[in-house]
Structure formats: structure tokens, C-alpha cells
């Protein structure tokens, strides 16, 4: 069967959410009612607005794994590091950051929730299986985001340059 003809795959059990800075907790709990695992599509350092913590704290306390994704597409990682206190309370909420993938690997990460629950994994068992497979192991060796490396900075600073010649900005410093 072509592409073109092909049954798209539905995940009625898992609640999709794109986190906005201005969102309530009541728009999160409307969206993911009856839902058995909830991906949060969180910014793209993995933070999510703190008003947010005592819904997913609910979540997750009542067996319902959370699951954060970075909306970042340009990297090829997720979220790599929690360096902020916010990402920290959301995990103490209950929130699994995914490390491995970011937002272009969302429909694996929906299809490889979703076998989960068609072997009927839920709850914590769920939120381990799915954390083992798009997270690094502890003590295992994080990749650097491409910033973080001296050939990144570079680079950066190089586009960031070009991009300041376009607009007509010449640094009198250089």
C-alpha cells in the first residue's frame, strides 16, 4: 500500500500537549483527561512554566507517566541537562525528561508509548520502560550540544557575525 493510503496510526490513550508560557493549569488537566501517558512539549531546554508542577505532580501520582520533549528540531538531542531550577521542580513532580529525542522523533516516541500500553505497561512501569529507551543511563556520558563545543562557538559567532554584516552592523572593536 502507498504512503499516501496508509492508515494513520491513533493514540487515543496518550495526551499530546505544546506548552505555551501563558499556560494554566486547567487547559493542561482539559486536554489530557482520560489519558494513560501524557508527552508535554516543553521549551527547548526542557522547562516548563512552574504553574504546571502541582498538575503534573497529579498526573503522575495517579499513574499517569509525563513525559517531557524539548520543541527544539535544530539539535539532535533532547534534553541533555537539567540546569535550572525549574526543570528540577518539574522533575521532582514527576516529569521525565527525554533525552534522546526532541521534537522530531515525536512519532516514535508516540508509537513506541503506545506498544508499551498494548502490551499493557502503565504507570510507573510505563514511565521506566519509556525513560530507559530515550534517556541516558546514570553516569553514562551526555553528548555536548553543539554549542558547547569550541568548532560550535564558532561557528555561531561566525553566522552571528554574517548576520550583523547583512543587516548594515560593522563591531568598531574588530
Known sequence: MDRKHEKQREYPDIGVVFITPVMIPERLEH????T?????????????????NPAIKKLTESGVPVFLLSNNPGDSHGILRTRYGVQERSAQAGAIALQK???????????????????????AELGE????????????????????????????????EQALKRIGYHNPDA
Open 101 to 123: 529525542v526532541n521534537i522530531n522523533n515525536l512519532a516514535e516516541v508516540l508509537d513506541a508509548i503506545q506498544d508499551e500500553l498494548d502490551k499493557d505497561k502503565r504507570g
Open 36 to 52: 494513560k501517558a501524557v508527552i508535554l512539549i516543553a521549551f527547548a531546554t526542557g522547562t516548563t512554566p512552574e504553574i504546571l
Open 31 to 34: 486536554v489530557i483527561h482520560n
Open 129 to 160: 520502560t519509556i525513560r530507559q529507551k530515550f534517556a541516558y543511563r546514570e553516569g553514562e556520558p551526555l553528548p555536548k550540544a553543539e554549542w558547547e563545543t569550541p568548532e560550535g562557538i564558532a561557528d555561531l559567532r561566525f553566522r552571528t
